[in-house]
């Protein structure tokens, strides 16, 4: 072969993984030339593969080995001073480089599943066979690493065919009842990428689901699936894929995707979007907020067993029993009654996580009531702002005054936070002025509460109104 041929040859092999920025393709030139000086070959494979393919930008690296992954691992982690997490049971390790870059290293392998939905016991074996393990054959291309066959492709399976032709395959009929969990991956590709479920894949994904053998699955491996899903750019086609497939019955057989559910998770990506803009600083965490969405016409004890089966964390589950009837009494106390003082907005939304807060825009947001919209989305920009307001005047402050320690203190600092909230009090001079009126009265509580009441409001009538404006 002429030398210009073969130079052409090379870069047309280089091509893709070019496209990766240059530390990346630098970085993997080098542990290509360490593979040969081991004796090993080393891939590129999944993920990663796939998006090149598909012009898209990936820092997602998993390499294989043929040989001792975890040894060739190990080197890796001494030359580049990476830190080195080794999962021995799967021959597979996880680095982190110095400058953030995360990157697994496997043992190529072929895997055995004892029953159904069980982790599967591993063993060493080809590149070919590790390719065929996979769940897709768009997963399952591989790209050469050692010097001379850099970038090289190898596609034993058709993936890059089912690229071009938009088209999620499994590779083996058992593929959905060896991991389960593959019918939701296969529903995130097939979404993410507007392709299609082969027919012969969505007729075995069907009888995987008639098996039930999702049920099978432990509340981790489920919650992972399931928020990795709702963690997708636009999860909202998504969901209707699961209730189109009749999959949400393995969250619970009472959850159901009505059209007033439908209304709420179509509306979410606008509802984030304008918390996002009006507040940048608090985070939300999205995944949760589709959950609390889809199930937000159940009842408690359905989305207490939603909870349980998923096996969620102590805050998910605060998060996912805000999102139920309770939010709804509380959107109506919001829109369908007089304007409220800031104070009245604070103490409904206080004890809600910010996620339900943003239920709340969606649900209203579903209703199509500009409104009351522009009700919600007041009481929403208030709330915020008045969680920054705090009181002078501590604890130790009231015990200093002679007040005996006792739940009067909750009284009459929770009173004096509703003061500040609403501008009737603006300084610590006032604030002590507050306590002293009811200083002798504390033995009785109420009394003092109605005394303290009282003195508020006084100080209204002497103010301007503290009211939400319902017309803006």
């Given at each position: 072969m002429?030398?210009?041929s073969?130079?052409?040859?090379?870069?047309?092999?280089?091509?893709?993984?070019?496209?990766?920025p240059?530390?990346?393709?630098?970085?993997?030139r080098?542990?290509?030339?360490?593979?040969?000086?081991?004796?090993?070959?080393?891939?590129?494979?999944g993920?990663?593969?796939?998006?090149?393919?598909?012009?898209?930008?990936?820092?997602?690296?998993?390499?294989?080995?043929?040989g001792?992954?975890?040894?060739?691992?190990?080197a890796?982690?001494?030359?580049?001073?990476?830190?080195?997490?080794?999962?021995?049971?799967?021959?597979t390790?996880r680095?982190?480089?110095p400058?953030?870059?995360?990157?697994?290293?496997?043992?190529?392998?072929?895997?055995?599943?004892?029953?159904?939905?069980?982790?599967?016991?591993?063993?060493?074996?080809?590149?070919?066979?590790?390719?065929?393990?996979?769940?897709?054959?768009?997963?399952?291309?591989?790209?050469?690493?050692?010097?001379?066959?850099?970038?090289?492709?190898?596609d034993?399976?058709?993936?890059?065919?089912?690229?071009?032709?938009?088209?999620?395959?499994?590779?083996?009929?058992?593929?959905?009842?060896?991991?389960?969990?593959?019918?939701?991956?296969?529903?995130?590709f097939?979404?993410?990428?507007r392709f299609?479920?082969?027919?012969s894949t969505?007729r075995?994904?069907?009888?995987a689901?008639?098996?039930?053998?999702?049920?099978?699955?432990?509340?981790?491996?489920?919650?992972?699936?399931?928020?990795?899903?709702?963690?997708?750019?636009?999860?909202?086609?998504?969901?209707?894929?699961?209730?189109?497939?009749?999959?949400?019955?393995?969250?619970?057989?009472?959850?159901?995707?009505?059209?007033?559910?439908?209304?709420?998770?179509?509306a979410?990506?606008?509802?984030?979007?304008?918390?996002?803009?009006?507040?940048?600083?608090?985070?939300?965490d999205?995944?949760?907020?589709?959950l609390?969405?889809?199930?937000?016409?159940?009842s408690?004890?359905?989305?207490?067993?939603?909870?349980?089966?998923?096996?969620?964390?102590?805050?998910?589950?605060?998060?996912?029993?805000?999102?139920?009837?309770?939010?709804?009494?509380?959107?109506?106390?919001?829109t369908?009654?007089?304007?409220?003082?800031?104070?009245?907005?604070?103490?409904?939304?206080?004890?809600?996580?910010?996620?339900?807060l943003?239920l709340?825009?969606?649900?209203?947001?579903?209703?199509?009531?500009?409104?009351?919209?522009?009700?919600?989305?007041?009481?929403?920009?208030?709330?915020?702002?008045?969680?920054?307001v705090?009181?002078?005047?501590?604890?130790?402050?009231?015990?200093?005054?002679?007040?005996?320690?006792?739940?009067?203190?909750g009284?009459?600092?929770?009173?004096?936070?509703?003061?500040?909230?609403?501008?009737?009090?603006?300084?610590?001079?006032?604030?002590?002025?507050?306590v002293?009126?009811?200083?002798g009265?504390?033995?009785?509580?109420?009394?003092?509460?109605?005394?303290l009441?009282?003195?508020?409001?006084?100080?209204?009538?002497?103010?301007p109104?503290?009211?939400?404006?319902?017309?803006?």
């Amino acid at each position: 072969m002429r030398a210009s041929s073969l130079m052409a040859q090379k870069t047309r092999h280089s091509a893709k993984l070019d496209q990766l920025p240059v530390r990346i393709v630098g970085l993997l030139r080098e542990i290509g030339v360490l593979g040969d000086q081991r004796g090993c070959h080393v891939y590129v494979v999944g993920g990663a593969v796939r998006d090149l393919l598909l012009g898209q930008m990936t820092l997602d690296l998993d390499l294989a080995v043929e040989g001792d992954g975890i040894a060739f691992a190990r080197a890796v982690a001494d030359r580049y001073r990476a830190g080195l997490v080794v999962f021995e049971r799967f021959a597979t390790a996880r680095l982190v480089f110095p400058d953030g870059l995360k990157m697994d290293i496997a043992t190529t392998r072929r895997e055995s599943y004892a029953e159904p939905a069980f982790l599967p016991t591993v063993q060493r074996a080809s590149i070919e066979e590790d390719l065929y393990r996979r769940d897709f054959t768009i997963n399952a291309i591989a790209m050469h690493l050692n010097p001379g066959e850099f970038g090289r492709r190898l596609d034993v399976y058709g993936g890059r065919h089912d690229l071009r032709a938009g088209r999620i395959r499994v590779l083996h009929v058992g593929s959905f009842q060896d991991d389960p969990t593959r019918i939701f991956r296969a529903i995130r590709f097939e979404q993410r990428f507007r392709f299609h479920l082969e027919s012969s894949t969505l007729r075995l994904l069907r009888q995987a689901a008639s098996m039930n053998l999702i049920q099978q699955l432990s509340g981790p491996r489920l919650q992972n699936e399931i928020l990795v899903l709702f963690a997708e750019r636009d999860p909202v086609r998504a969901i209707a894929r699961l209730a189109g497939l009749k999959l949400l019955r393995f969250l619970h057989g009472r959850l159901r995707y009505t059209a007033d559910v439908k209304r709420v998770v179509l509306a979410l990506p606008k509802a984030l979007a304008w918390w996002g803009k009006q507040f940048p600083d608090v985070v939300i965490d999205r995944t949760s907020v589709y959950l609390m969405a889809l199930s937000s016409a159940s009842s408690p004890v359905v989305i207490a067993a939603i909870i349980k089966r998923l096996a969620c964390s102590r805050e998910q589950s605060r998060k996912l029993s805000a999102g139920g009837k309770q939010a709804d009494r509380i959107l109506k106390r919001l829109t369908d009654r007089g304007a409220l003082r800031p104070s009245q907005v604070y103490r409904l939304l206080v004890d809600l996580p910010s996620e339900a807060l943003v239920l709340l825009l969606a649900k209203q947001m579903s209703r199509q009531q500009a409104t009351r919209l522009s009700l919600l989305r007041r009481y929403l920009m208030v709330y915020e702002k008045s969680r920054a307001v705090t009181t002078v005047l501590t604890g130790k402050n009231l015990q200093a005054m002679r007040l005996k320690p006792g739940p009067q203190y909750g009284i009459i600092l929770g009173k004096l936070l509703d003061a500040r909230i609403d501008g009737l009090i603006t300084s610590e001079v006032e604030e002590r002025a507050f306590v002293q009126e009811g200083l002798g009265a504390w033995s009785d509580c109420r009394a003092a509460s109605r005394m303290l009441d009282k003195f508020l409001r006084t100080k209204t009538a002497k103010r301007p109104s503290s009211m939400v404006s319902r017309e803006g």
